[in-house]
Structure formats: structure tokens, C-alpha cells
């Protein structure tokens, strides 16, 4: 029978993390938390790579205000294209069935 895996919040991530920091034996703190130490690990490699940008949460990667805005602006680039090309087509069949 499998095992449902946990989910845990940003919060506690966070709050986890933190404590840990101040702890010299993570092992042992993981352990009064319920949690494999490895994850420890991972949360603390990942808190000190990104930051307050990290634990976005359910498979969304953290992204910085720069990159959501270029993706953002690419997005909108492209329906404007999408729309001028329906434009072009309509006004190439209204000018031809004038005729």
C-alpha cells in the first residue's frame, strides 16, 4: 500500500528552515518535527539559492518580478499578433469580394 505524501506550506517551510539554522543538530530537529532530515536539507539549500522566492508551492517555479513580466509582456505580444493576422485575412476577404 502506498504512502499519501504530505504537503507542507510555505509558512512552515519557512518557519522550519529558520529553526533549523539556529539548531546544531538537524537530525534530531527533524525528527521532533515528524520530517526526514534530508528534507531539512533540501528546504535549506533551496531557502538559501532563492530567497524569498522560494517554496512557490505545487510544482510553479519560482519566478523573479522581471521574469514574470517578460513572460507577461511575450504573452501579450503574441495576441496582439494573433489579432492583427485574423485582421489582415478579414480585410484581404472584404477587399476582394468588392470586386
Known amino acids: 500500500m502506498r504512502k499519501e505524501r504530505t504537503h507542507y506550506d510555505k509558512a512552515f517551510k519557512e518557519n522550519a528552515v529558520k529553526l533549523s539554522f539556529e539548531r546544531t543538530n ?8 515528524g520530517l526526514d532530515p534530508l528534507l531539512i536539507h ?10 524569498a522566492l522560494s ?3 505545487n510544482g510553479v517555479q519560482a519566478q523573479s518580478v ?5 513572460w507577461d ?3 501579450r ?3 496582439a499578433e494573433t489579432e492583427r493576422d485574423i ?3 478579414a480585410l484581404n ?3 476582394k469580394s468588392g470586386r
Open 87 to 89: 485582421l489582415k485575412k
Open 26 to 33: 538537524i537530525t534530531e530537529f527533524a525528527r521532533e518535527l
Open 55 to 57: 517554496f512557490p508551492g
Open 93 to 95: 476577404i472584404i477587399s
Open 66 to 70: 522581471d521574469a514574470k513580466e517578460l
Open 73 to 75: 509582456l511575450k504573452k
Open 42 to 51: 533540501r528546504w535549506r539549500k533551496e531557502f538559501r539559492e532563492k530567497g
Open 77 to 79: 505580444l503574441i495576441e
